[in-house]
């Protein structure tokens, strides 16, 4: 019976490790594209574990779910007969022992930059290879690395190469191979053992930078390196920032600037000497150009969305540091010149350019058809680019947040309607008009009030005469009890008499009471020019207003036109103000 048991529980426990071993190994491997499996490393990176054996051409991936993929294991590929051709991206830092081995197909590869070492049997039995270039930072060719590789007819060696595997290109075809080595380098003494033919490569002795050594913020320019003699082998250099929040440098030798201050670019040969030289770049303070007109609408940066079929000001943007946005300072410089402004039309037969105007003279543009436009801008000897999106009727309203054919991004109120409506404070007339010059009644605006309490049912107050199965009914009642606002005192409220400005600030200072606001201030009421003008009954709420920001004044803060009658766009604004800055 003990025998029984301790068989039984050792079933069982081989059982538990292989479950254990298996389900681990099932959640770490993942296929990628149906090519490749890969896991996650514990530092956040992508390890590229194996391949399908069918698989004859692949494109290796930088990122896998948002992580960098630095790594292809042990015997990733290893026997994969059928695979031609492979593709690194240039964030790869380690290849394993015999990751390629067998792979009798393969005849075209650029082993990637980023590695340091060529492993063990990494290449061996490759046959197909023909040309081999041997990366700028590779120190290490381990043995068997290219074993057997008998198709091989060109190597090229880095000078930096100080350890050469005595068996690294075992049984390759020495009699028709040539390595390509730089003097007085390891690479030179293995081939001398090895191989009957050499050839030497030139290095590179000096390298010159010119370009631009000052670039505004936001924007990127070109640099270009030329290596001397110019029949040196290694033609091209890696590119560095020495900070990289300043300004980005791309592997082509553009430069994109992030901030101000000064970088220090650097050009490195690629040849493994590492000769460098080093450029000084300057980033100001960032402009860029954008537009302006009756609908255009700017989010983040300097994009902007506009509904088209409207004349567009170019205008000269500013980056300021402090509010971390650009800024327009004024319109487009008589010597800016837009050079091009064209439609993102990819994979149609559309003209890019059709339904564009330019006007250089006037400094506009126009747009008619909905998509993505690119302009160029010319000025100071740098080119700036910027996006602009024409919308159609329904993607502009989602964008905007109002449904209102009547609001344009550029009339005052425009954010106070966007406001009022979107916290369900006034909505429209009709479901596509607001209606902003409309004149606002008494019934209205207790309603709004209402509906910012969120509409409470009100008992124990008589009705007035005139509101009894109106829409305002429930509002009027609150409003009246509240002391908001009273009725005539002839059992009539008059929800439908329109209200004036100091009408409506009296309503709004009564609100305020009832919330418990202090309302008791005093303003310099010296500046207006109609103050006279201000019902007596009135003064006490209008100075409320000015104090606090919910009425700003006409024509240039000088008139407070208090008889005037209030609009629904000026309700909208009034309405805004007290909600964003009455404390």
Not at 233 to 254: K, L, N, R
Not at 556 to 578: F, I, Q, S, W
């Amino acid at each position: 019976m003990k025998k029984k048991l301790l068989y039984v529980g050792a079933i069982v426990f081989i059982a538990i490790i292989a479950q254990l071993l298996f389900s681990s190994n099932a959640k770490a491997a993942t296929w990628y594209n149906f090519d490749i499996s890969y896991e996650e490393n514990s530092d956040g990176t992508i390890t590229v574990l194996a391949s399908s054996k069918d698989v004859e051409e692949v494109e290796i991936p930088m990122m896998i779910e948002d992580k960098v993929v630095t790594k292809i294991k042990s015997e990733g590929f290893k026997d994969c007969t059928k695979l031609e051709k492979i593709t690194f991206p240039k964030t790869i830092t380690e290849i394993g022992d015999s990751a390629f081995e067998g792979c009798t197909a393969l005849s075209d590869i650029d082993i990637p930059e980023g590695i340091s070492v060529i492993p063990e049997k990494c290449f061996m039995d490759c046959t197909s290879l023909k040309t081999v270039v041997i990366p700028y930072k590779v120190h290490t060719v381990e043995d068997y690395a290219f074993e057997n590789c008998t198709g091989i007819t060109d190597v090229y060696f880095n000078s930096k190469v100080y350890t050469l595997y005595g068996n690294s290109f075992n049984w390759i075809n020495m009699a028709d191979s040539t390595f390509h080595v730089y003097k007085d380098t390891q690479p030179e003494f293995y081939a001398r053992k090895k191989i009957p033919d050499i050839e030497y490569l030139t290095p590179v002795e000096s390298i010159s930078i010119s370009g631009r050594n000052s670039v505004s913020r936001s924007l990127s320019t070109k640099l270009t390196a030329t290596v001397s003699p110019s029949n040196a082998f290694a033609q091209d250099v890696v590119w560095t920032s020495s900070d990289e929040s300043i300004a980005e440098m791309w592997e082509d030798g553009t430069v994109v600037a992030h901030r101000e201050g000064k970088v220090t670019i650097t050009a490195m040969s690629k040849d493994g000497y590492d000769l460098k030289k080093t450029f000084v770049l300057n980033v100001t303070k960032g402009l860029n150009f954008g537009v302006s007109g009756k609908n255009v609408y700017r989010e983040g940066g300097i994009i902007f969305y506009t509904k088209g079929n409207e004349k567009l000001n170019v205008d000269l943007y500013e980056y300021d540091e402090t509010a971390k946005e650009y800024k327009k300072i004024g319109r487009m410089p008589d010597d800016a010149v837009i050079t091009d402004m064209y439609r993102y039309a990819i994979g149609t037969d559309v003209d890019q350019r059709e339904g564009i105007t330019i006007d250089n003279k006037n400094k506009q543009i126009s747009m008619t058809i909905p998509g993505e436009y690119s302009l160029r801008v010319e000025y100071n000897g740098e080119e700036f680019r910027n996006t602009i999106y024409v919308l159609d009727a329904k993607k502009w309203k989602e964008k905007i947040g109002i449904p209102f054919d009547d609001i344009n991004m550029s009339d005052w109120y425009y954010s106070s309607v966007k406001y009022t409506y979107q916290n369900g404070m006034i909505s429209g007339a009709t479901d596509t008009e607001f209606r902003p010059s409309a004149k606002i009644t008494r019934g209205m605006i207790v309603t709004i009030l209402w509906r910012m309490e969120g509409s409470p049912k009100v008992t124990g107050i008589e009705d007035f005469t005139d509101v009894k199965g109106q829409y305002y009914y429930d509002a009027v009642r609150w409003a009246a009890k509240k002391g908001i606002v009273n009725g005539y005192g002839d059992g009539r409220f008059g929800p439908n008499a329109n209200v004036t400005r100091e009408q409506l600030a009296t309503i709004l200072c009564n609100y305020a009471k009832y919330k418990g606001k202090n309302t008791k201030v005093t303003v310099d009421t010296g500046k207006y020019k109609d103050w006279y003008k201000v019902s007596s009954f009135a003064k006490p709420a209008t100075q409320w207003a000015i104090k606090t920001g919910v009425i700003t004044g006409k024509e240039n803060g000088t008139k407070v036109d208090p008889l005037g009658t209030a609009t629904r766009g000026e309700a909208a604004v009034m309405l805004y103000n007290y909600c964003t800055k009455v404390k």
